[in-house]
């Protein structure tokens, strides 16, 4: 049996008499604040936070040294709504609740402002409700919130942060750096520029010599002259040596001039009528030149390689008309640049690739064991200078044929079908010739074989080759484009218009379907050179 001790029942009395003490004030505070309680909206917005309700244990209580413990096993779910609640407010005294939205713009801003806020399943429902309401609030929002006017006025704001010029703040200064000038603008910057000489190999010593900033700007433009009639290529390549390169490059019109009236890249060299037949043979001379009187013979095929060279003053005047510049080609630069023209250096490709049902080897009605063909064939054309061209179909891969795409391996399996060379692959190869629909001087008076007036626009191509035997005949019209990136690489694609087979003996046209066809790129060959 416990003894009583006097010390022990007097510390129990006081400690029981305070705690009914502080339990009768918190139920007095509890009763005045339902007197001045908010709406149930205001409750229902708000969470409730209330203290653990202490009570007076009995004798049979759990005691540590004489004092009651207690567990408070609901602290846990507390703090968690407390971290983790639906984002509500707490109701402090001053603190303004939020209204309930009651309209579907109103949803919708709240959504947003969850969806901000992180809150990712209070807006999604927010949304819903939103669009059940109205199923076209987002037009609404947008028009309040992002209305055109108000999207110039933030646009016309340089300073849309208000913060001082001296702040280095990102909001109210260009992230892409200060605005770039007009290339034109870059360009005749470049005009008072030199040629600056290599720094110098270690510190201390002289700077090496630089022959090149020394040569004045009229050599200089000679030497550049004459280094894009070798290669066009490595001449607009100087631009990004130095400025002064790039400002000569890009504004010496007079070289650009002599590259369009050149037939090493220019135009002398494009055929705007058939210059010869279809099997490569110089056509009668309209002028009837076998009725001339001329001292000497005149060889045909130098009219078509050069026909502005000495010996084609009988039919041309001595200097050409001038190539015409217009608002479509405001300089010769992009003339050569932009005007439909044939490289020379290269042929034009095309690869085919289709599928196609094979049948089965066992009598089955199954169609998973029906095999399926991947068929894969190319066509080649390669344009020369005099107005003729090659065209092959083949199965061979370009590696296996571009190096052999000559007249002169034409010529010899045409004659030895049978030859197994590596350049056998020419035993297929057709010849044939070419032309572009235009003018070469005005496009605007350009005219057909008959001298009418030609509706067809500029940059097509028109190819006839022999065809699968003697009295057949091939006629392609194709178009020239430009693939790649913009700017990058012009004419170096033909597109599809039409293909033709010729009857010569009863004059009939059978047309090809273009169904698997595809378009042919123009691919560089080194060893074609300027494929003179």
Known sequence: MEMNNP??????????????????????????????????????????????????????AETVDGISTQAYHDLEDQEDARNLGSGRLLSHPGTQIPKEPRSALEHYERAVERED???????????????????????????????????????????????????????????????????????????TSSIPAAPPPTEGSSPPLCPIARIPSE????????????????????????????????TEDRIWERIC????????????????????HPLPSPLGISELQLSEPIDLSALTLNPYAAIS????????????????????KAMLRTRPRIRFNGCYISTVNYHRPGASSAPSTATYTSPVHIVTYYRYLRFFRDGTCISLLTTAEPADVVHHLTKENLHIHQKNRESMLPSAVMRHALKGRWKLSG??????????????????PEGDVHIETEGVGPKYMYKLHLS??????????????????GFW????????????????????????????????
């Open 7 to 60: 010390d022990l029942e007097n510390f129990r009395r006081q400690w029981q008499e305070e705690v009914t003490a502080r339990i009768k004030n918190k139920d007095q505070e509890a009763s005045n604040d339902k007197n001045h309680a908010p709406s149930k909206e205001s409750e229902d917005s708000a969470v409730k936070f209330t203290l653990p309700r202490i009570e007076v244990l009995g004798d049979d």
């Open 117 to 191: 806020q992180g809150n990712l399943g209070d807006s999604l429902k927010l949304y819903r409700q939103a669009f059940r309401l109205d199923a076209g609030v987002d037009r609404i929002y947008k028009n309040k919130h992002f209305s055109p006017s108000t999207a110039k006025i933030k646009h016309a704001n340089p300073n849309p942060s208000n913060a001082p010029a001296t702040v280095p703040n990102t909001a109210h200064h260009s992230l892409d750096g200060p605005p770039t000038e007009p290339v034109a603008q870059l360009i005749v910057s470049f005009s």
């Open 261 to 280: 009236y050149g037939h090493e890249y220019g135009f002398a060299a494009m055929h705007y009528t058939w210059a010869v037949t279809v099997t490569g």
């Open 439 to 456: 003018c070469l001087f005005d496009p605007s008076t350009a005219h057909d074989d008959q001298g009418k007036s030609a509706s067809e």
């Open 501 to 532: 087979s010729h009857n010569r003996l009863t004059d009939d046209w059978a047309a090809f379907t273009l169904r698997n066809d595809r378009a042919f790129f123009w691919s560089r060959v080194r060893s074609y050179g300027k494929g003179w």
């Open 480 to 497: 020239l484009r430009s693939a790649g990136r913009a700017g990058s690489t012009r004419n170096n694609k033909l597109a599809w218009k």
């Open 313 to 332: 003053t009988h039919f041309v005047p001595s200097a050409p008309p001038p190539l015409l510049l217009s608002p479509l080609y405001p300089s010769y």
């Open 219 to 250: 050599i200089l433009v000679e030497v550049l002259l004459e280094t894009a009639i070798a290669d066009i290529a490595s001449f607009a390549r100087l631009s990004i040596v130095c400025k002064r390169l790039a400002y000569l490059v890009t």
